[in-house]
């Protein structure tokens, strides 16, 4: 066979098998949103908000499903005084942007106190926690970046994912939605 005869072959076999890859990334493209949207002051995103973590209230402004996984953003409403575990993100950066009320926010080895207009931003791979202090609502507005599975995890806790189960397995759950504890909550006590 001649060498130009042998490459076309090649290039023939190489088009037909990749063929099918790039109509799949095609369609998979053609999953995130084309339109641009508004959510309502205090309003859900689906009208659908997240209950969990002992009075937290998140209210999805953009979707995992608008962004294809790129991002991940809500409002966190918290009464009561404190928040979650120490932990970190394999794969996610994190943002707070503090809307109303006052927080503790941990980032490595740094605690930040922050306030309405305040931003504090996590990187991804660096433990991280935040507490809700003082008296009043409380509000952030929280980014996930990419999206990853968090928006999936919130929901399942809020459905009750975590009832009855054993902090083993409560941390298999973690690890199986991209994040794991890593320590305990802040306490109230200021840096």
């Given amino acids: 066979m001649k060498r130009t005869s ?9 088009t037909s098998l990749v063929s099918p890859f790039l109509w799949a ?25 997240i209950s969990l973590f002992d009075g937290d209230t998140f209210m999805t402004k953009v979707s995992t499903k608008d962004t294809n996984g790129d991002l991940y953003v809500y409002e966190s409403r918290r009464v009561k005084e404190g928040g ?3 932990h970190v993100h394999f794969d996610q950066d994190e943002l707070w942007y503090v809307l109303e009320g006052e927080f503790l926010i941990k980032v490595g080895e740094v605690i930040h106190q922050v306030k309405a207009g305040d931003t504090v ?33 919130f929901q399942k806790i809020s459905a009750g994912a975590l009832k009855n ?16 504890r890593v320590g305990p909550p802040i306490n109230q006590l200021k840096q």
Avoid: W, Y
Avoid at 25 to 49: L, S, Y
Avoid at 123 to 145: D, Y
Avoid at 165 to 180: C, I, P, T
């Fill in 6 to 14: 042998f490459l076309k072959v090649c290039l023939t076999m190489a």
């Fill in 121 to 153: 931003f996590g990187p991804r791979n660096v433990p991280h926690c935040f507490a809700k202090v003082g008296s009043g609502e409380g509000r952030l507005l929280m980014t996930f970046q990419p999206a990853g599975k968090m928006e999936e995890c």
């Fill in 165 to 180: 189960l054993s902090e083993a397995d409560q941390d298999k759950f973690r690890e199986a939605h991209g994040f794991k």
């Fill in 25 to 49: 990334a095609q369609t998979i493209r053609k999953v995130r949103i084309e339109k641009g949207f508004k959510v309502e002051a205090g309003k859900d995103r689906f009208n659908q908000p």
């Fill in 84 to 86: 979650p575990a120490l």
